[in-house]
């Protein structure tokens, strides 16, 4: 699946798993919001968020959606830097800040933080719970983690290998095989 879900902000493909289905069903229950209301925007209808339940404006469309999700366990509304708010379950936001929190700073300018390398070491923007810590996966993947919960992808041209006889009929080479290939340049 090519995504937009990337901390770098560039479009990634990416193996369709149960990580990307997670991020792409996170930004599924999106909606816009407001901190006053906006009519000229449709988002009049007030909605209580947080843990002091202060009052954001919502699209009237939108609540029954909201009450959907609530009543299917997503209830925890989460802000975006692009004023929406996504709504995942209890367990997944509190992953989504402790890996904020956990951040090394491995990627200037990193959607998923608002850390940067410029003067004031930050992006200016809040991080966005739409994203993932890459870090985090990339070394799950490698070491201890399940390749159906995690993130797997290739470059942006991984699918001209359906095109490519060397991998026909399912063929999958091992390591030896492909490096093999590599040096004969075909």
């Given at each position: ?162 095109e490519d006889p060397f991998y026909s009929n399912g063929f999958i080479p ?13």
């Amino acid at each position: 699946m090519l995504h937009r879900f990337s901390p770098t902000g560039f479009y990634s493909s990416a193996v369709y798993n149960s990580f990307l289905a997670e991020l792409d069903q996170r930004s599924q229950r999106q909606v816009a919001f407001a901190t006053t209301p906006d009519p000229e925007r449709g988002l009049t209808e007030p909605l209580a968020f947080g843990t002091r339940g202060r009052s954001v404006y919502v699209a009237q469309a939108d609540l029954a959606r909201i009450a959907q999700w609530v009543e299917r366990g997503c209830s925890q509304a989460m802000k975006t830097p692009d004023d929406t708010l996504i709504y995942v379950p209890p367990e997944k936001a509190i992953e989504i800040r402790r890996d904020q929190v956990d951040c090394m700073g491995c990627l200037s300018a990193c959607k998923f933080s608002n850390w940067s390398c410029n003067e004031n070491h930050t992006t200016g923007r809040p991080p966005d719970p739409r994203s993932f810590c890459i870090q985090k996966t990339l070394q799950d993947i490698a070491h201890t983690g399940d390749i159906d919960k995690e993130l797997m992808f290739a470059g942006h041209n991984a699918f001209k290998f359906r095109e490519d006889p060397f991998y026909s009929n399912g063929f999958i080479p091992t390591v030896r095989q492909l490096v093999s290939r590599i040096v004969t340049g075909d």
